[in-house]
């Protein structure tokens, strides 16, 4: 017909076009606002209250109008809501694992009737969420309640937990934390972001009509910062999990240095609004509650093009990953050298006739064209679908040709529609320019060669690895925070474990207590006491031992040694080197050199070098139980049982390598899913005082089974059967490096291993203060810590070195969690 515009499937087909997407309403969801009279209040005890006198907050959508109002919490609710959640969490545990399943799958049938509601709520906020993700984490989760002391017998719940977003996080990432939590038995404590504030509270009073006793879940609003410190405050929460950003906002910590929970960033009303991973790790730093931290919003993750890819395919997914959907991430895009002409044709193609994409507010808009004049002035080309409007919070889909790996716009991308091209010839260039992120959440690689797709993978340093797709995501995968992105493990059986603990352990490692006076600044700066030579007869003067760095026993860079004072605190034993921040350095250095490697060896490599640790410490047996009696008194008895104890568990240690490496996990959709477990990189250990030597064989065989290396600090007070025990590493055939011990001054050393950029994560068993220290300072870049308060006494936490439930314990938190996911036809 003449004049028609009715396109054939061939048009279609060539201009790769989106149809028109269908109308939205949220009708039902204006409905059930206007049923609250658009005055949302706080979710406690299993029901809405509204107490008098307090402030509200505005809640926009993305066109600047009004939403809803939500309660601004104060003090009085705080107490209200961590008494409820005792209550809820008596309760709720109280209830066998079929009981709770059947609650949660209860659930599944409740969303499904109002699920539309939940999904227009969360479009008229801005937190879009489909209601069948949901479902997904209700069923899989269900599934784990039910088989919670079946397959994960030893282990119990920890009793409160509070579950604190970012404003820019997503509901399923914030139902990926509640879920789980409440599967497992515990009670929660959620403070919700702006946007998903709403969606949220719709779903607590879902959870109540499908049976959730009253107090199992609660959820705080607000915006007043200092909310947060009176809920640190309580003794009821026994951990808290963040999700969100990790920006820092040095004036909000300044002006609150103990608030706990922080808020959405925004700034209404007048309060200063902030939420942020930092801000949260440095404010809850010396309350003794354990804080772990998801992948971050805002991280840069590398959508990888070899040549052998599918360039229509991978086209298509760049377009829709980098603008049709709603960031969480930002994506820098890397293209092999010979199909880079190719890729940026397509792309134009594709982008032809795309409209602006809205931004969040005004001032986003000048930071992206910041961003792009910048992108210009470094010689980078536009590639735009449109042009750019003069003003206002909209931007065209644009993408940056030229980018080179040292560019502002790709270590700190702006907000808005930019997506930054890099190019690479070899296959181990892709994975360096993949890698050079400082954040460690996903990445995506094309490719029909299966086997470059798996090296690929491999050797990324991310979380989730997607082969030929984007963005998939599943509660199945358990997925951990690489690098910057995080310190525990989400999804699968692995991320229960952030909920438990064993049942051997008390219900915290930290004793509750009040962040003290520190100067940070000076930690770990006391000079060590001076040591004045002895005029005694040289044949009984006391043993000078050696500290253990790159292989090589050696002494202190600074030459000075430490006097070893007997149990009594009498005479002196021996002398021991004084290692600070040089040594400390040194072995790093060592540590980082062979770590790789040692990681790439198989598993029975591995175990056989720790068999041979074994029988190298079977062959010192005498010697070594000998310093455990000199140095801490035990009869000899005792200390040949706690050496023949250490020769089992570096033997257990050993048997453990080949044991546990992840596998195949069973998706819902076409496809295959692995799950890898990998080494975290390089450990540093401040070992505890009881049991010296089985501790320290515990955690050293723990980090160097899973692939690590290791930075060991002998106990202050027993260093001896620790650097006896460096004979027996001597004597051993681990790689020169693996295993480093440097003793001296604890505090000094711990700051060393802080401020070092190398070190992934720190086991510390040491006083309040060195605790409090590395929860404040080990942000930047952020580490994964251990924590055990030590007394005088010697006790640290109430572990028992002897229960073999510490292996468990101890292997995962040795390792991180990679999924690769591999769509099939």
Request: hydrophobic content about 40%; overall charge neutral.
């Amino acid at each position: 017909m003449a004049g028609s515009t009715i396109k054939t499937v061939h048009d279609i087909f060539q201009s790769m076009e989106y149809g028109p997407a269908a109308a939205s309403s949220t009708a039902t969801a204006q409905a059930w606002l206007d049923h609250h009279s658009r005055s949302l209040g706080l979710f406690i005890d299993g029901k809405f209250i509204h107490p008098v006198g307090r402030q509200s907050c505005s809640l926009t959508d993305s066109k600047g109008g009004n939403v809803c109002s939500v309660v601004c919490a104060v003090e009085d609710d705080v107490s209200q809501c961590a008494s409820s959640a005792v209550s809820g969490y008596k309760a709720w545990s109280g209830l066998t694992c079929h009981q709770r399943a059947k609650v949660l799958l209860k659930l599944v049938s409740v969303l499904g009737q109002h699920g539309q509601c939940v999904s227009e709520l969360c479009e008229a906020c801005g937190a879009s969420c489909s209601p069948s993700t949901l479902v997904r984490l209700l069923q899989y989760y269900s599934s784990w309640a039910q088989l919670r002391d079946t397959l994960i017998s030893n282990w119990t719940t920890l009793g409160v937990v509070a579950v604190v977003v970012s404003d820019d996080c997503s509901l399923y990432s914030l139902m990926l934390k509640v879920i789980p939590a409440l599967a497992m038995g515990n009670s929660v404590v959620v403070v919700p972001g702006q946007s998903t504030a709403p969606a949220l509270l719709l779903l607590a009073q879902l959870f109540m009509g499908a049976g959730l006793p009253a107090g199992a879940l609660n959820v705080l609003t607000g915006s007043d910062v200092s909310l947060g410190a009176k809920v640190a405050q309580s003794p009821s929460i026994s951990y808290i999990t963040y999700s969100g950003n990790k920006q820092v906002c040095e004036e909000t910590f300044v002006a609150y240095p103990y608030v706990c929970f922080v808020y959405f960033l925004n700034n209404q009303n007048g309060f200063l609004i902030f939420q942020s991973g930092v801000t949260l790790c440095k404010a809850t730093a010396g309350m003794s509650v354990p804080v772990s931290f998801s992948p971050f919003i805002g991280a840069t993750c590398p959508f990888i093009i070899f040549e052998s890819a599918d360039i229509d395919s991978a086209v298509d997914g760049v377009i829709e990953t980098a603008f049709k959907k709603k960031r969480e991430v930002h994506w820098v895009l890397c293209v092999q050298e010979s199909v880079l002409d190719t890729v940026v044709a397509r792309l134009k193609l594709r982008m032809a006739g795309m409209k602006c994409v809205g931004l969040h507010s005004d001032e986003d808009r000048v930071l992206v064209d910041a961003a792009v004049l910048v992108a210009q002035q470094q010689g980078a080309t536009l590639v735009q679908s449109c042009a750019a409007p003069p003003t206002g919070s909209q931007y065209p889909p644009t993408v940056l040709c030229g980018s080179v790996p040292s560019s502002p716009f790709v270590i700190s991308p702006s907000p808005g529609p930019l997506l930054p091209i890099m190019t690479f010839r070899s296959n181990t260039e892709a994975v360096t320019l993949g890698n050079h992120s400082p954040h460690g959440k996903a990445a995506s690689v094309w490719t029909e060669d299966l086997t470059l797709a798996l090296e690929t993978a491999k050797s990324l340093s991310v979380g989730s690895v997607w082969v030929n797709s984007h963005s998939v995501s599943d509660p199945c995968l358990s997925v951990s925070g690489h690098k910057d992105s995080g310190t525990c493990t989400d999804g699968g059986q692995e991320g229960l474990y952030q909920f438990l603990r064993p049942s051997s352990s008390p219900s915290t490692p930290l004793p509750r207590s009040f962040p003290v006076s520190l100067d940070y600044s000076k930690f770990g700066t006391t000079a060590s006491p001076t040591v004045i030579p002895d005029d005694s007869d040289p044949a009984s003067a006391p043993k000078p031992y050696l500290q253990f760095v790159g292989g090589k026993a050696c002494k202190s860079v600074s030459g000075c040694s430490v006097a070893i004072q007997s149990p009594g605190g009498g005479s002196v034993l021996a002398y021991c080197p004084d290692g600070g921040r040089k040594d400390v350095r040194n072995a790093v250095e060592a540590a980082i050199k062979v770590q790789p490697g040692w990681m790439k060896k198989s598993p029975s490599a591995r175990a056989q070098s720790l068999y041979s640790l074994a029988k190298g410490l079977e062959a010192k047996r005498k010697d070594i139980s000998t310093s455990i009696n000199v140095q801490t008194g035990l009869s000899m008895e005792e200390a040949e049982k706690e050496v023949e104890l250490s020769i089992i568990r570096l033997s257990d240690w050993a048997a453990y390598c080949d044991k546990v490496q992840g596998g195949t996990v069973p998706m819902p959709q076409s496809g295959s899913a692995l799950s890898y477990a990998e080494a975290l990189g390089v450990l540093g250990v401040i070992l505890p005082d009881k049991n010296p030597l089985l501790s320290m064989v515990t955690l050293l065989g723990a980090a160097v089974a899973t692939g690590n290396a290791v930075i060991l600090v002998p106990s202050e007070k027993y260093p001896l059967p620790a650097l006896a025990f460096i004979q027996v590493l001597q004597a051993s055939d681990l790689p020169a490096g693996l295993v480093n011990v440097i003793s001296g001054s604890k505090d000094q050393l711990t700051a060393a291993l802080a401020h070092h950029s190398v070190i992934k994560a720190i086991w510390y068993w040491g006083k309040a203060e060195g605790c409090q220290f590395l929860q404040y300072t080990c942000t930047s870049p952020l580490k994964t810590l251990r924590l055990f308060c030590q007394n005088d006494a010697g006790e640290d936490g109430g572990k028992d070195w002897c229960h073999s439930l510490v292996l468990e314990e101890m292997w995962r938190n040795a390792v991180q969690w990679k999924s690769v996911w591999i769509p099939t036809a």
